[in-house]
């Protein structure tokens, strides 16, 4: 910054503010102004050797030794909105409307809003926008920094230099201001503050709608969309479909190593929208879920250490290219949901962090203000502009870029100020609890908000811990989300299946404790990036046994998953049996997929979305009890588990059962509740997907052979270390009317499970990936 010289005049307090760079009202200054029955038109220009004005076509006087350019006249002389043209050290002429002779832009009902935290859709009036004032195009910028001393905007348009556009600050809302007339769009800006302290900090536009690729930092100016939806059926459905008794397989994906262009580059939205949605479409889940495309600065962070709260990552294309990804995926009947990230976020010195030179979007206290196991700190959920920032972010993402649901990252960390924190690193609530009530009355407010502004989007928690009703209304005591991840299946399941089947008869409630409060929560079934990183292994290398042993526990566990009670979720390069653990730094494993066993577990995964979804008992009812009844969860002794699904007539009916032995089980037998015949839909150990061939020759009529309580039962074989999905079909005619045999009657000794039978398939000649 340019200070004036010894020999400069001195001068009066307001004008010297100017040359500082510190005055909070550049207005009183510059600009137009009648002083004594004449006008007075002050500009301020660092950059200029001369200024003229062009109407009148008058010379401007620089002020000696200043920067400031000087005319005074009669009144009738000086438009209200004045031009110059001034000239540069190169001798290039610049024509411009001055910024300083237009009034406040901003409304006073928006601002009012916005204090009270209830702007939904702030994101129009702070940032940058293009607006004409009084017929002159330019561009409007705003932004909240309530204890900067002095805010200017600054780009390449005014060679990044404070002085030249400083903003003015509207009263006590803390939000500064200032229209450049004939500015246009997409050049670079950024905001430079001055702290009371003196300091200045260059920060990014926290409202930005799109920002330089990395390292780059910028924000673009005023960015407009000229894209055209397609999405208006896939928006009108979504609007009035019961997603809760919809079939939902979500497909996890992270854009930046999903796939790669044969030189390592990362491709852009348009081309993953047509490789992701035509593989995911051949596969059959019903939508995606994109881990966090809000912009970042470091690929290390996944995304979950986020700048732009407004913006679709740079790295991938514009914000109108991720438009036309999410329209495509519509397109093809396939929902997008987004990771979105409000618990935390980084402390990069250009982004967010002490924006104004104070603690503003987090607290000051770092027991109340800092994730130290992750490096970020924590907003400050009961400042209403922070809170109308995170909920106008939410509402951004659903109505801008028609994005299907969130799913809210950490959640845990929210609810609890002494998440992760030993005692005397937290500060108890007011009651003396460590529940965070600024939090939760957010996340109240966030799942409120976007049910009521947009019907049929889902909100989904990844949340770990007991907290209650996470997933029941706000009007019932609960926190409003859609559904919750079920983090306890996952770890109970992903434990058992780690441990050699000969110890697994000792573990067997792990796979049955899960049914005491399946039905508490909407819950999300999740096999997420979090369990393939970080030494947790591949879902394949978390098996237990050699190559053969691995791909069939792996074939168990997903034919498990998809029929257990809950929607499901897969992270990408587990449908196909990823040997390593995922890498952000490259694409997935893809060659995998010439050999057998991996092309195996592809077509199993394809075959288990095609039955899940055409059969309603695998859907309808995943958040009720009436959608489940055990067959027999206590043959532990050989490590089996059955199960029946219903659907919501009480008409469809499925039977699950698991063999989570090598060991194959021939002349099982199972009670089941009708006559009929259960058709074979899905055997794990298919030969088409990679098993030994046990199985049941396409399903298992039913016999009159009461069994475990009900007044029928089948006589199944069961193979090794797989599951059997078997459909009831009802009988036709008389033959299907045959009286049942009550059990403890039967003229001969029943067939019970086996404890022994052949050995396991010797396993192929295949080295572990």
Known sequence: MANPTSSAPKLPEPLQRIVEARHHDPFEVLGRHEENGRAVARVFLPQAEQVRLVEPDAPMERIEGTDFFVWEGEAEHLPKRFQIVWWDANGLAHVQYDPYCFPPLLGDLDLHLFGEGRHWHIYRILGSHAVEVDGIPGIRFAVWAPNAERVSVVGDFNAWDGRTNPMRVRGTSGVWELFIPGLERGGFYKYELRDRATHIHLKIDPYAQAFQERPHTAGLIAIDSAFDWGDADWMERRARTNWQHQPMSIYEVHLGSWRRDPNGNFLKYRTLAHEIADYVKRLG???????????????????????GYFAPTARFGTPDDFRYFVDHFHRQGIGVLLDWVPAHFPKDAYALARFDGTALYEHADPRLGEHKDWGTLIFNFGRNEVRNFLLASALYWLEEFHIDGLRVDAVASMLYLDYSRNAGEWIPNKYGGNENLEAVDFLRELNTVTHEQFPGTLMIAEESTAWPAVSRPTYLGGLGFSMKW???????????????????????????????????????LP?????????????????P?????????????????????????????CEFAQGREWN??????????????????????ADLNRVYTELPALHEVDFDAAGFEWIDCHDSSQSVLSYLRKDRAGKGLVAAVFN??????????????EAGFYREAINSDAELYGGSNVGNQGGVMAEPVSWMGRPYSLLIALPPLAGLILVHEPPRGPAGKAEAIPEGRQKEPPQGPTPAGPEAPEAPSETKD
């Open 285 to 307: 889940f019903t939508h995606i879920e994109l881990m966090p495309v809000t912009e970042h600065p470091l690929d290390a962070s996944w995304g979950y250490q986020c700048t």
């Open 486 to 524: 079920n983090m306890g299946w996952m770890h109970d399941t992903l434990s058992y299946m780690q441990k050699d089947p000969i110890y697994r008869h000792f573990h067997h409630d792990l796979l049955t404790f899960g049914l005491l409060y399946a039905f508490t929560e909407n819950f999300v």
């Open 527 to 543: 096999f997420s990036h979090d369990e393939v990183v970080h030494g947790k292994k591949s879902m394949l290398d978390k098996m």
């Open 545 to 573: 046994g050699d190559a053969w042993q691995r791909f069939a526990s792996l074939r168990l566990l997903y034919t498990y998953m998809f029929t257990y009670p809950g929607k499901k979720l897969l992270f990408q390069g």
């Open 584 to 605: 952000f730094a490259g694409q997935l494993d893809w060659e995998l997929l010439e050999r057998p066993p991996h092309q195996g577990v592809h077509k199993l995964i």
């Open 660 to 673: 989570f032995t090598p060991v194959p089980r021939t002349n099982y037998r199972i009670g089941v509740p």
